[in-house]
């Protein structure tokens, strides 16, 4: 069973500090690993995707990506209240028909001002 | 219009109702997918499409059923669910169903709920 962990918090951090959101996946042959945010009611929208070792930047985001720790992370920098959702991790595998994302549980983050 | 919609954005219906979700995406996408997203558990993949034809069922009951008559177009039809069923309806789309960097565009969802 492909599995996608993510731990559910709530995660609290302080306006304008970091916030490190961490996810594991046990398929091996995943090559693809994208980040979602999703307002509560809201459906997810794609904010990071990212396909090889090591950081991507965009904005405040930072994704990085370790295949050898099967381990993705989502660093926000100078976190708002506006960034207060959940993150969902999802995690795809090339070369199989018919595969679509595998997705974690979420991790809800709660940024005070 | 842009992006994937869906219909309605809340239904409420009883076991033995008949009723259909609906979804367009306006993206011009070749792949489309049925999400459920219930509390404290992951997203699952229902059902995928590409290019109309259905590529993946994730062992999903036979009270749903899913419906593509075109690349723009998705349905799901339900009938006797029962309460366990009452979730978020998510549809997505993508460019290509293989292409490793094809993210989903979701809509904004059916929120269900079975009486």
């Known amino acids: 069973q492909k599995e996608v962990e993510q731990n559910s918090g709530p995660l609290s951090v302080p306006e304008g500090a970091i916030a490190s959101l961490n996810c594991t996946y046990s398929?091996?042959?995943?090559?693809?690993f994208f980040w979602y945010r999703q307002y509560s009611g809201k459906s997810p929208e794609l904010i990071m995707s990212i396909y090889s070792n090591g950081d991507k930047e965009d904005g405040r985001f930072t994704a990085q990506l370790n295949k050898a720790s099967q381990y993705v992370s989502l660093l926000i920098r100078d976190s708002q209240p506006s960034d207060s959702a959940t993150y969902l991790c999802a995690v795809k595998q090339l070369g199989q028909a018919g595969t679509a994302l595998i997705f974690g549980k979420g991790t809800t983050l709660s940024v005070s001002s | 219009e842009t992006g994937v919609t869906q219909t309605p954005r809340h239904l409420v219906m009883g076991m033995t109702n008949k009723k259909s979700l609906k979804c367009e995406q306006h993206l011009g996408h070749n792949a489309m997918y049925w999400y459920k997203q219930s509390a404290k558990k992951p997203l699952e993949l229902m059902f995928v499409y590409s290019l109309e034809e259905r590529v993946e069922n994730n062992s999903v009951p036979s009270r749903f059923s899913p419906e593509c008559p075109n690349s723009s177009h998705l349905f799901l039809h339900l009938h006797t669910l029962q309460p366990e069923d009452s979730a978020l309806y998510l549809c997505?789309?993508?460019?290509?169903?293989?292409?490793?960097?094809?993210?989903?565009?979701f809509g904004n969802g059916t929120r269900l709920t079975v009486t």
């Open positions: 398929d091996r042959g995943s090559q693809s």
């Open positions: 997505a789309s993508s460019q290509e169903l293989n292409s490793g960097g094809s993210p989903l565009h």
